[in-house]
């Protein structure tokens, strides 16, 4: 069982830039594919970013490109999302999520954050 708290999110204004985080539970961090979606009201939800286990690759939307990085630390369970050039059409809830699959993780990842708003506006 993974537990994943994301933290970070928030107001910003266009063009300007936020990292959130997501703190995995559970010894056994390194070896979950970590991802991040994110969910606009009334749309579903959408992936954004993945990274293997030891952070070699990286998988990305088309629409974050970029502007999007994610990373990880294994040592601190945490996985990374740094936003930069944030549009409002970014506006959403973003969700960590981790899966043992790598073709999983964009499609159903098994464990799922609780969520953290991000809102661009000015």
């Known amino acids: 069982q993974v537990q994943l708290v994301e933290s970070g999110g928030g107001l910003v204004q266009p063009g300007g830039s936020l990292k959130l985080s997501c703190v995995a539970s559970g010894p056994t961090f390194s070896n979950y594919v970590m991802g991040w979606f994110c969910q606009s009201p009334g749309k579903e939800r959408e992936f954004v970013a993945s990274?293997?286990?030891?952070?070699?690759?990286?998988t990305y939307a088309d629409s974050v490109k970029g502007r999007f990085t994610v990373s990880r630390d294994n040592a601190r369970n945490t996985v990374y999302l740094q936003m930069n050039s944030l549009k409002p059409e970014d506006t959403a809830v973003y969700y960590c999520?981790?899966?043992?699959?790598?073709?999983?993780?964009?499609?159903?990842?098994?464990?799922w954050g609780q969520g953290t708003q991000v809102t661009v506006s000015s």
């Open positions: 999520a981790a899966d043992r699959s790598n073709s999983a993780i964009r499609k159903a990842p098994k464990y």
């Open positions: 990274i293997t286990w030891n952070g070699n690759s990286k």
